[in-house]
């Protein structure tokens, strides 16, 4: 079974610029989850999708940021304009359901740099 | 709101030392803990999970047990090799409220094993 995929492994772009990072989970899997890290610090909570439906954006940053998950499957994530400040690692994970156990499966990541 | 603490690193051991990384959480709910390591230039990948006060979750040597009276979840491993050489991540899933669904980080432990 292949895992959480994340495309592209690195971007570099340039403040003001348009990136979009994408997101295919693992297939079954209804909860897509966004997460960031930034400057070596914490890994934090971006949004979550169940299915196509946002259960919870409270950790998008502004609204430079827009996620998407269009017939449920994959989810991809658009920074317009890019700031500097954006520069990090973004991750993306899957769960198949709330079980109680709260297991996510995380794909690869993101690095993006904005210069 | 929830909150994970790692113990700060980075970290830096001679092989076959002993490891610990202290991890103390707040959660307002019965969370699930974690423990997730980052080898350079791959992923997130679980390690370790407890569900509940108690569990033990163990994988690859290392060790955590989900103490609710001292709420952590501290991670050790009693023989390191050059190969544990990773950052590792404690975090904590809750269903409870507004938080269902999401995971909470810690800032991560650098830890770096010398032959």
């Known amino acids: 079974e292949a895992g959480v995929t994340q495309f592209p492994s690195h971007s570099v772009i340039e403040k003001g610029q348009t990136v979009t990072l994408r997101c295919d989970p693992i297939s079954g899997h209804d909860n897509l989850y966004w997460y960031r890290r930034v400057m070596g610090k914490e890994i934090k909570f971006l949004l979550h999708?169940?299915?196509?439906?946002?259960?919870?954006e409270s950790g998008m940053p502004n609204n430079r940021f827009l996620a998407e998950r269009t017939g449920g499957t994959y989810s991809t994530l658009k920074v317009q304009p890019a700031e500097l400040e954006d520069s990090g690692v973004y991750f993306c994970a899957s769960s198949q359901h709330w079980t109680g156990k709260g297991e996510q499966y995380f794909g690869p990541g993101t690095r993006l740099t904005v210069t | 709101g929830n909150s994970v603490t790692q113990m700060e690193g980075p970290v830096t051991l001679s092989e076959e030392a002993f490891l610990t990384i202290n991890c103390t959480y707040t959660a307002t709910g019965y969370p699930s803990l974690f423990w997730y390591v980052q080898y350079p230039g791959e992923g997130l990948q679980l390690l370790l999970k407890a569900t509940k006060a108690d569990d033990k979750g163990s994988n690859k040597g290392f060790e955590a047990t989900y103490r609710k009276e001292t709420t952590s979840f501290h991670l050790e491993k009693g023989s390191v090799q050059v190969s544990d050489s990773a950052v590792y991540f404690c975090?904590?899933?809750?269903?409870?409220?507004?938080?269902?669904?999401?995971?909470?980080f810690g800032d991560g432990t650098t830890l770096t094993v010398k032959p």
């Open positions: 999708f169940v299915k196509e439906s946002k259960q919870d």
């Open positions: 975090a904590l899933s809750d269903l409870s409220g507004t938080n269902a669904g999401k995971s909470t």
